[in-house]
Each structure stands twice: as structure tokens, then as C-alpha cells.
């Protein structure tokens, strides 16, 4: 028996099969096998898992089909949502520090970070480029100009000593700041190579505080005590 959809009148029979009194769509099956033995003629099934329709022509089921029609147009765009939530704050910067403080990486770690003092280089020379170096103390004097933490410290030659290390002493009002002098190894330029570094034992350097520097060894001849010598003081402003 042959069927078809009618858009204006819904499911009804060809030109070629019987006509029905009328159609009833009684519901959905969970598939074609779930369909009942037996039914009302006209009666209607769509299976579940196919969206196919099913009429009962008196003695079997005939497959309708989908009968599904053709794709509609895009409706329009629907109203914006209401805004979400606010995130959580991100780290920002710490409280604390005072004018002038920089903030610093503490670590190698994510977000870990302090307040201090800008970072302040004083390369000090002690003496020309090319005569012979000798001991003796307060070889430079000069006056700090902000107060500090000493940090590190360095000494450079332009000329190498031959024979002996060559060692320097830096003071703070005539006490030394050093427990380690700072020294530069036989034959070296600079104390970078040291196989003894210097050790700071007093690191706050107040302001306007008088720096010596000493020579306290040089190399032993003629021509080998070493000349040009810098020393390189660095420190954190308070």
C-alpha cells in the first residue's frame, strides 16, 4: 500500500490505496520491533532510535519514513548572557618598602620578591696603569656617599704580580670590614681567580663613613708587584 505526506493535510494514502476515515498518532516505540501485533487502522508509531514513522494499513506496518521536512532558516541571535563572575585577584605588589626601594626577586621561585635599597657600583682606582705597586695603608681614601650594605667586592691589576699574591684590605673609619682580605694570586688579574675569596665581616657601611683602602702585599721584585690596580666595591642602598 503506498503513502505519502501531505503538508497541508498530514500523512494520507496515495492515488492508489484505500482511504482511511482517519490517522492516529499514538505515540513513539523504542523501535521497529517494538511496534504492537496488532492495531486500528490508520493507527501511527514513530520508532525511537530511527525518527521513522509507522501506519497500520488493517494487516501489517508500513514505513512512512522520517517524514522529515527541509532545514529551516537560523534564528536570529538570542540576548548576550549576564556577566560571570569575577576572578580571583593576581598577585600583585607586596605591601611595605619605603621611598626610593626597589622591588627584588628574594628567589628563584614564582612570585617571590622584597623590597631594598637601588644597587650602587664604586669602582675605586689605586693607583696609575703603570708604576710598580707598594704597601702601605689608606692608599685611597673617600667618603661613602649613601649608606649601605656591602655586598661583594673585587680587585683588578693591569699588570700581574709575579712572585707573591698580591692583597688588599678595604676599612670603614680605620677597622677592617674584611676577615678574608681581598686578594689577587701570583701571575692573576683579577680576584675572581682567587683560590682564597674574601670574606665580609662587617657589611653595613653608614653614610658619610670614611673608606680606606690598604695594600698589604705586592709582588717581590721590580717589575713584579703588579700595577694598575682597582677595587670594586658593590652595595645595596639602605
Known amino acids: 500500500m503506498a503513502y505519502k505526506f501531505n503538508p497541508l493535510i498530514g500523512i494520507g494514502l ?5 482511504s482511511f476515515s482517519a490517522l ?18 490508520g493507527d501511527i508509531y514513530q520508532a525511537e532510535d530511527t525518527g521513522v514513522f509507522y501506519v497500520w494499513d488493517g494487516s501489517a506496518w508500513d514505513n512512512l519514513g522520517t517524514l522529515a521536512g527541509p532545514t529551516g532558516p537560523t534564528g536570529p541571535t538570542g540576548p548576550a548572557g549576564a556577566d560571570g563572575a569575577d576572578g580571583a585577584d593576581g598577585v600583585g605588589v607586596p605591601a611595605g618598602g619605603t621611598a ?11 612570585y617571590e620578591t622584597q623590597w631594598s635599597g637601588a644597587d650602587d657600583i664604586y669602582v675605586i682606582t689605586c693607583s696609575d696603569e703603570t708604576t710598580d705597586l707598594t704597601t702601605g695603608t689608606a692608599k ?3 667618603r661613602m656617599p649613601t649608606a649601605g650594605t656591602l655586598t661583594a667586592v673585587k680587585a683588578t691589576l693591569t699588570t700581574a704580580p709575579v712572585g707573591s699574591d698580591l692583597i688588599v684590605d678595604i676599612n670603614e673609619a680605620g677597622t677592617s ?13 683579577t680576584s675572581e681567580t682567587a683560590a682564597t675569596p674574601p670574606v665580609i665581616s662587617d657589611s653595613a657601611l653608614a653614610d ?14 721590580i717589575g713584579t708587584a703588579g700595577a694598575g690596580l682597582k677595587v670594586t666595591l658593590y652595595v645595596s642602598r639602605s
Do not use: H, R, Y
Open 140 to 142: 685611597v681614601t673617600f
Open 208 to 221: 658619610d663613613a670614611e673608606i680606606t683602602i690598604d695594600i698589604d702585599q705586592v709582588g717581590t721584585g
Open 177 to 189: 670590614v674584611l676577615s678574608t682580605k681581598l686578594s689577587i694570586d701570583d701571575g692573576e688579574k
Open 100 to 110: 626610593g626601594q626597589l622591588l627584588k626577586k628574594s628567589s628563584g621561585v614564582d
Open 14 to 18: 496515495d492515488d492508489s490505496g484505500p
Open 24 to 41: 492516529n498518532v499514538l505515540g513513539t516505540v523504542a523501535n521497529e520491533a517494538a511496534l504492537p501485533g496488532g492495531a486500528t487502522t
